[in-house]
Structures are given as structure tokens and as C-alpha cells.
């Protein structure tokens, strides 16, 4: 299946379902009209002769992967759509040779999805009821993750559309972050940066990496594109953290425009979602392999063969 059909039987799928309504963005919706609006608002400086070939193959954080694509924090409503979804989604992204990230709930099975072989990245939410927060971790700990991931952004509880939903919330402090970062052995990583103060905070606290993202529009409205706030956040942390990305990219050409303004590593959402409702574990991994071949055309093309020699110079501005 190619990627144009997966999205299309993908968001078709959604349209009589209740839980499609989980797709949807906070309040106005503004952020999904302005994800695409800046995404949109780069074009690529081609420069191939001589050009040799390119390889997507990167390893970020001690993980070895075929692409700089993952899966982002996800787990609802990834059992309704089927009932073996997270599994399906963790075979599929294994034969993308991507890597896995579940959200809330933390999953029953993540046990399970770690012995499938992805490499599985796990959040929690800085639950109000800290006692409960840092049982989370554990549960995260003892399934065997590969990283995990702190929702610095949701420090309000998450909300999509009018609809508040209902976890209770506080932000974390520099301390906990620090604290929670020197107890646990994995990689540690701060997921919804949108500033440098937050993004000095999280190096300060010694993270490994954070994801700058506007958590996919279920926390507030009017909250930037990633890429609007990317430089400042990539001068001020300076090497300290790894910088990871998500939200709105969908084809391989918005992937290379992460890379190029400093991501390590791209995120995706709902495209995963499509691709189960699609295609099951195929859809996932046709999702992730169709984004890459699209990444690597292009690499090839604007001369930047490997991943991590994307250069902002390949940008031209609209
Ligand atoms: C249905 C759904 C559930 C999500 N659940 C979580 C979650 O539990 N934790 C989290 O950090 N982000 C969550 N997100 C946000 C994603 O991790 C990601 O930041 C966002 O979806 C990226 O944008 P995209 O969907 O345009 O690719 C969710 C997003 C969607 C669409």
C-alpha cells in the first residue's frame, strides 16, 4: 500500500467511529492548522551531481535504527481500533526498524511489546498524586523499556477539543526532573519543550533528550509549531541534550525538515494511527518504510547522505 492509501483508508476508518473524535485538536484547532501552514513554508535546495547514496540508518541514544522516524507517545485509542493494536504497532514499526512510544495508559502488555524486540519508549504524566506518578515509573522500569519519557507539557492535564480530560495534573520541577533523572538507570527524556528557558531547565537537569512538541494540540491552543521554536531551543541547549521532534509531519519531505533544523529523530501521532487502521502491522510498517524511502530520495537529492548531516542550508524559505 502506498502512503497516499494508507492515509486515505487510514482517516476514512475514523470518520463513523466515536473514538475518532481522540484525533481531534483543542479548542479552536489551531495548532493543526498551523503545524501544516509552517511545514509548508519550506521548500529544498537541491544539489545532486555527484551525489553518492544515502543511508537513513542512525543510532540515537545507544539505539540502533533503519530511520530517524518513530512512533510518539501514544497508546489510546490504539486498542480500539484492535484489540492486539499495540502489538501490531510494535511488530510493524520492528520491521520498519523504528522504535515504539506508548503514552497513557501505560499499557498492560508493555512486558509484551519489549519482547517483540522494538526498542519501546515509555511516558508517564505528572500526575497531581506524585505517589502514583513514581509508581508509574516503576511499572515502566520493571517491563524493560528502552527510554523513558516525562510529559513535561501536560503539567495541566491534557484536554482535546472542549473536553478536559480528567487527569489531574501538576507541572514537575527542575528538582523532580533532576531527581527522577538520577534514580533511574535508562535514558531519561522530557517530551513537550516549546522554549530555551524549559529546554536549559531539562539540560540543567541532565536529561538525555527532549521532544519539542506541542503534545499534538491536547494540551493548549494557540502553542506554536515545533519548527517556529526549534532555534532557539537548539543555540541555547548547545549540545547538552539530544533534540527530538513531532507534530504534522507526515511525508518524508516534512521528516527532512525536522532533521535539518536539529532534530535527531521525528515523531509521529496520528500517522500511525492511520496506518493500523489500514493495514494492521503491514500498514505500520508500509507507513514508516513509504516516510523513509520519501526521506532518503530526498537526502540523496540535497546532498546530505546520512542523517545526521542534514544542514539548515538545504531549507529555502517560502
Ligand atoms: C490519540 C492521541 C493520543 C496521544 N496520547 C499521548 C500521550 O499519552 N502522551 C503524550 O505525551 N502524547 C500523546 N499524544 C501526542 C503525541 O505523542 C504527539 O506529540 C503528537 O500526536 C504528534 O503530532 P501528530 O499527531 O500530528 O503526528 C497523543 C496524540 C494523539 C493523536
Aim: aromatic share 6%; net charge negative; hydrophobic share 45%.
Amino acid at each position: 500500500m502506498q502512503l497516499t492509501e494508507i492515509y486515505t483508508r487510514g482517516k476514512a476508518f475514523f470518520e463513523d467511529k466515536e473514538f475518532g473524535s481522540l484525533l481531534n485538536y483543542v479548542e479552536t484547532g489551531f495548532v493543526s492548522r498551523n503545524d501544516r501552514h509552517i511545514l509548508d513554508r519550506f521548500t529544498f535546495r537541491q544539489c545532486c551531481i555527484d551525489a553518492g547514496e544515502s543511508d537513513t540508518d542512525c543510532r540515537v541514544l545507544g539505539v540502533e535504527l533503519a530511520t530517524p522516524v518513530i512512533m510518539s507517545s501514544m497508546t489510546m485509542p490504539i486498542p480500539a481500533i484492535a484489540a492486539d493494536g499495540l502489538m501490531q504497532v510494535a511488530e510493524g514499526l520492528k520491521i520498519a526498524g523504528s522504535l515504539m512510544w506508548t503514552g497513557t495508559p501505560i499499557p498492560a502488555n508493555l512486558d509484551q511489546l519489549v519482547a517483540t524486540g522494538v526498542p519501546v519508549a515509555a511516558n508517564v504524566k505528572p500526575l497531581s498524586d506524585r505517589a502514583k506518578m513514581h509508581a508509574d515509573i516503576e511499572r515502566i522500569l520493571a517491563a524493560g523499556v528502552t527510554w523513558l519519557g516525562l510529559e513535561v507539557d501536560a503539567g495541566v492535564g491534557t484536554k482535546i477539543a472542549d473536553r478536559e480530560m480528567g487527569f489531574e495534573c501538576k507541572p514537575l520541577s527542575s528538582e523532580e526532573i533532576s531527581r527522577i533523572k538520577e534514580s533511574v538507570a535508562i535514558p531519561v527524556i522530557c517530551k513537550g519543550v516549546l522554549s530555551k528557558e524549559d529546554a536549559i531547565k531539562c539540560a540543567d537537569a541532565g536529561v538525555d533528550a527532549i521532544v519539542v512538541s506541542s503534545h499534538g494540540g491536547h494540551t493548549l491552543d494557540y502553542l506554536p509549531h515545533p519548527l517556529q521554536v526549534m532555534d532557539e531551543i537548539v543555540n541555547s541547549v548547545d549540545d547538552r541534550v539530544t533534540v527530538f521532534v513531532d507534530g504534522g509531519f507526515r511525508r518524508g519531505s516534512d521528516v527532512l525538515k525536522g532533521l535539518a533544523f536539529g532534530a535527531s529523530l521525528v515523531g509521529l501521532g496520528r500517522p500511525i494511527l492511520y496506518g493500523l487502521a489500514a493495514g494492521g502491522k503491514e500498514g505500520v510498517a508500509g507507513l514508516m518504510e513509504g516516510i523513509t524511502r520519501e526521506l532518503s530520495r530526498l537526502m540523496t537529492m540535497v546532498g546530505a547522505l546520512r542523517t545526521d548531516a542534514v544542514r539548515r542550508g538545504i531549507l529555502i524559505s517560502r
